[in-house]
Nanobody
Framework: QVKLEESGGGLVPPGGSLRLSCTAS????????MAWFRHIEGDDYELVGS??????NTRNSIKGRFTVMESVEQGKIWLQMDGLTSKATGRYHC?????????WGPGTQVTVGS
């Protein structure tokens, strides 16, 4: 089974940018719509969006610009995050947009602060 692995998180000041990466597989991306999720301990996984639609801003009033990109050939997905505010802090994961989800990878922590 494909192991999902995320990277690229870190500490970023308010207004800053980050690009997160997720390594999946070409076969998975050919057959599955992938998305990014945020997880805060004690809460459910929260959908950020897929390459077709971003849900984060609308549902949660999270300011900033979020763009999902993917390369089927490389088997990778990216989340470009710009204009971040502290409300975007959390651990970010990639996974299938629809349930049932694949086993969750370790995620990558994003902390927005000074």
């Amino acid at each position: 089974q494909v192991k999902l692995e995320e990277s690229g998180g870190g500490l970023v000041p308010p207004g800053g940018s980050l690009r997160l990466s997720c390594t999946a597989s070409p076969d998975l991306l050919r057959t599955t719509t992938m998305a990014w999720f945020r997880h805060i301990e004690g809460d459910d996984y929260e959908l950020v969006g897929s390459k077709k639609q971003i849900w984060f801003n609308t549902r949660n009033s999270i300011k900033g610009r979020f763009t999902v990109m993917e390369s089927v050939e490389q088997g990778k997905i990216w989340l470009q995050m710009d204009g971040l505010t502290s409300k975007a802090t959390g651990r970010y994961h990639c996974n299938s947009l629809s349930s049932p989800h694949l086993p969750w990878g370790p995620g990558t922590q994003v902390t927005v602060g000074s």
